[in-house]
């Protein structure tokens, strides 16, 4: 194949640096791997052969492009680690994904697809029932070259440094934890909680508590943790749905990172963590967050024993030239058949106005129906405010 593959994006995120990082190493120096914001993805962008790999793709916005492609019968790669089927809640990023058209596209992207990756079984199985594909499962990597020329700076505190990365839809998840944080606070002056995009609102202004805004590229983010020294590490999941169908994300990078981790005790790292051999796993209660963080802060030994063997076996496991050969017999054996497929593809010059027109009314019909719902609950809430003003 000719080694040109398109990273199909809604936006920069980790996954998305993660997946480039990958794709480049699997197929070797020669690769050619570029990334395509959705909006802008049209047929003019497969006249040099790249094959496209939709990564977490659901917004309407890009429909137009996905049936040319489907009607041609054009097998491009589709990857997703999360389940987005199972989002609860009313956050703007759960309303995005219930809504009808984004169900609608995610169904069409995956149903079509030449081959659906993902990483976790669990939700590999949940795609086939719901949708009747059966989705590849690869692991998931960490790149040790982000780390390995790095030095370690010195410590000569007698903090132990407890750390958390995350966004702010991650705040669910620290229902139980809050509690057991603020105990250890209490209980332990030699703690230090480090918090980067996200620091629960109840925490952020004790003196022992750290927060770094969210820094958007990877690599930068990886060093800003290897050089925050961290002791130990957390992965709190709350007992909701989707939680079940996650990566193993903190495990591999508290893993590379020799930092010792206490992680909720459910899928993902239930089946990653060996409890106290590779990490503790602890119950999603606030006793069970105390107990795992203050083993750990009362035994030093221990955490260093955890965090070497979790180093190990992200090495042998999930190290990204390992994953990476895996990935790459996947990626030459679809390359392949998009190339045959392409072949067979006449691409015009209308082909690419018609796809670029209809995508920008897409454009305009979510901006307008966007607006409208904004006007709507605004509208909503001023309403609810004077009634609950007049009632009193």
């Not at 120096?29 to 003019?44: E, Q, R």
């Not at 169900?103 to 990483?119: C, D, F, S």
């Not at 820094?215 to 130990?232: A, G, H, M, N, P």
């Not at 090495?315 to 058949?337: F, I, K, S, T």
Request: aromatic share 8%.
């Amino acid at each position: 194949m000719s080694c040109r593959v398109k990273l199909v994006i809604e936006g920069e995120i980790a996954t998305t640096h993660i997946i480039e990082r990958l794709v480049s190493q699997a197929l070797g120096g020669a690769a050619h791997v570029s990334k395509i914001i959705l909006a802008g993805f049209l047929p003019n962008h497969l006249r040099d052969g790249g094959m496209p790999i939709l990564v977490r793709i659901g917004d309407p916005v890009g429909k137009p492009m996905l049936e040319w492609m489907i009607a041609r019968k054009l097998p491009y790669l589709y990857y997703i680690d999360d389940n987005f089927w199972e989002l609860e809640g009313r956050t703007p990023l759960a309303r995005f994904y219930q809504s009808k058209g984004v169900r609608g596209m995610l169904a069409l992207a995956v149903q079509h697809a030449g081959t659906v990756i993902v990483n976790s079984p669990l939700l590999g199985q949940y795609i086939e029932e719901r949708l009747g594909v059966t989705p590849l499962v690869l692991p998931a990597p960490f790149d040790f070259a982000l780390i390995d020329t790095l030095d370690v700076p010195p410590r000569e505190d007698n903090q132990v440094r407890i750390g958390f990365a995350g966004s702010p839809t991650r705040a669910p998840d620290f229902e139980q934890v809050i509690p057991a944080l603020q105990r250890v606070l209490a209980d332990f002056p030699q703690a230090e909680l480090y918090f980067f995009g996200y620091v629960p609102e109840r925490l952020r202004k004790h003196p022992r508590v750290h927060f770094t805004a969210h820094v958007d590229d990877y690599t930068s983010f990886i060093r800003l943790k290897r050089e925050s020294c961290l002791d130990i590490g957390l992965a709190p999941m709350a007992p909701v749905k989707s939680n079940l169908y996650k990566t193993n994300n903190k495990y591999r990078e508290y893993g590379a990172l020799g930092i010792a981790g206490v992680y909720a005790d459910s899928h993902p790292y239930k089946n990653s963590v060996k409890h106290a051999e590779t990490g503790l796993l602890v119950q999603q209660t606030e006793e069970g967050w105390y107990e795992g963080i203050a083993s750990l802060i009362r035994d030093p030994q221990l955490r260093k024993q955890i965090a070497g063997r979790a180093c190990a076996d992200v090495r042998e496991h999930y190290a990204q030239d390992v994953v990476a050969l895996q990935w790459r017999e996947v990626l030459l054996e679809a390359g392949q058949r998009w190339h045959a497929a392409l072949s067979a593809v006449s691409i015009s010059d209308a082909d690419h106005l018609q796809v670029r027109r209809a995508t920008r009314i897409a454009l305009w019909r979510i901006w307008i129906v966007s607006g409208v719902a904004r006007r709507t609950r605004r509208l909503l809430e001023h309403t609810l405010g004077m009634l609950q003003r007049r009632s009193v």
